[in-house]
Nanobody, 128 residues
Framework: QVPLVESGGGLVQAGGSLKLTCASP????????VGWFRQTPGKEREFVSG????????HYVESVKGRFTISRDNAKNTVVLQIDSLKSEDTAVYYC?????????????????????WGQGTQVTVSS
């Protein structure tokens, strides 16, 4: 497992943008596929987006396609989730998570139980 820290959440008006960053102090972070999940009160964590360890594959839940962009910089041990055209339904706590994989494994897991490392979460609130 690797420690993960999210940042970049906040309060924004509908239609606005935010950049969420997931960072780890461990260089082994480059060996991990990374996912972003979000959760609202009373609901289970929902997969939002994921990226393979080398950035060669990405995946998004249908509701965010065209608005969210995930990328990574393994030299900086960071993964960024750029969120544009925010909607009120995007309001949630966003969690970064990581799963150690082999280089040839490009599959993006979408189930929370398949990930071992989790950050503390960052709140995104969209006002209408």
């Amino acid at each position: 497992q690797v420690p993960l820290v999210e940042s970049g959440g906040g309060l924004v008006q509908a239609g606005g943008s935010l950049k969420l960053t997931c960072a780890s102090p461990r260089t082994a972070f480059k060996d991990y596929a990374v996912g972003w999940f979000r959760q609202t009160p009373g609901k289970e964590r929902e997969f939002v987006s994921g990226i393979s360890r080398n950035g060669g594959n990405t995946h998004y839940v249908e509701s965010v396609k065209g608005r969210f962009t995930i990328s990574r910089d393994n030299a900086k041990n960071t993964v960024v989730l750029q969120i544009d055209s925010l909607k009120s339904e995007d309001t949630a706590v966003y969690y970064c998570t990581a799963r150690r994989t082999i280089l040839t494994d490009q599959l993006i897991r979408t189930t929370a139980g398949e990930y071992a490392s989790w950050g503390q979460g960052t709140q995104v609130t969209v006002s209408s």
